[in-house]
Nanobody
Framework: QVQLAESGGGLVQAGGSLTLSCIVS???????MAWFRQAPGKELDFVAR????????RYADSVKGRFTISKDNARNTVYLQMNSLKPDDTAVYSC????????????WGQGTQVTVSS
């Protein structure tokens, strides 16, 4: 079965950096991998995505220039490098897999907490 497992969350001061990882298992092909985040009392927001075939990326305006999504095919892992973190980046970050290229994600991880202090 398909499984996604995030790690790397934690507490960081504003202006600092953090890198999240998402290990994918149980699938040999996928169209797109993405990161989403949800702050307490807020809606689920798109953060970044990467197309598996050609590594093209897209970012939410709120993180563009600060966050970088990447993948390591050998380790079957997707990363989210977060720089210049702001308190409003505080959220639970989840990775997701779009198997068929619909931009409606089929599989989700459990999430990892990122907290940015002022």
């Amino acid at each position: 079965q398909v499984q996604l497992a995030e790690s790397g969350g934690g507490l960081v001061q504003a202006g600092g950096s953090l890198t999240l990882s998402c290990i994918v298992s149980g699938v040999t092909y996928t169209s797109t991998m993405a990161w989403f985040r949800q702050a307490p009392g807020k809606e689920l927001d798109f953060v970044a995505r990467i197309r598996w075939s050609d590594r093209t990326t897209r970012y939410a305006d709120s993180v563009k220039g600060r966050f970088t999504i990447s993948k390591d095919n050998a380790r079957n892992t997707v990363y989210l490098q977060m720089n210049s973190l702001k308190p409003d980046d505080t959220a639970v970050y989840s990775c997701a897999l779009d198997l068929r290229g619909t931009e409606r994600y089929d599989y989700w991880g459990q999430g990892t907490q990122v907290t940015v202090s002022s």
